[in-house]
């Protein structure tokens, strides 16, 4: 396959950028809504360029670990990062256990714009060094990807409620 799949998600929240910026990137209130519905444990997080993001999610008896691995950091404008969908609890590379073809490695870019009382904020993620098989799953699964990151930024609106409070 030539063409790469993209999902891309864009809203608009109610508050300043930098609370915004904030809600993104202090794992105290990340593991807030990050993964909502589960208990999120940010083992690491150091944010710059090559810094690492361990991520576990838990629920019930399961976890799923996730590693991404900080390409660009441009304060209140830009993230990027590898993501490793799947990692074993050592932080190894592995294959998803609940989708054999889902790409190991996704790159993903976080933009922030706006200004006053308004964010905009767009993600998006694009497979990298991926089968075809898993360039095609993750193209037939990109849509069921909004219910997450929508859960999760009803999440965000009410710390930027809170935020925005104190």
Excluded: C
């Excluded at 576990?56 to 404008?77: A, D, P």
């Excluded at 969908?85 to 933009?111: C, F, I």
Aim: negative net charge.
């Amino acid at each position: 396959m030539s063409d790469l799949p993209e999902y891309v998600i864009e809203r608009s929240f109610a508050a300043p950028r930098a609370l915004v910026w904030r809600a993104w990137t202090d794992p105290q209130l990340l593991h807030r809504w990050y993964g909502p519905g589960v208990e999120t444990i940010i083992h690491q997080f150091d944010l710059q360029p090559g810094g690492v993001w361990l991520n576990e999610m838990k629920w019930g008896g399961n976890s799923n670990y996730s590693k991404m691995i900080f390409q660009e950091v441009v304060e209140e404008e830009r993230i990027v990062w590898h993501h490793y969908s799947s990692t074993d609890a050592e932080w190894n590379v592995t294959t998803n256990p609940m989708m054999e073809h889902w790409p190991k490695l996704l790159l993903t870019t976080v933009t922030f714009s706006g200004g006053g009382q308004q964010t905009d904020v767009r993600l998006s993620q694009v497979p990298m060094d991926a089968s075809d098989a898993e360039i095609e799953f993750f193209a037939a699964n990109m849509a069921n990807m909004d219910g997450g990151w929508g859960k999760g930024y009803t999440l965000v609106d009410e710390i930027l409620a809170e935020l925005q409070a104190e």
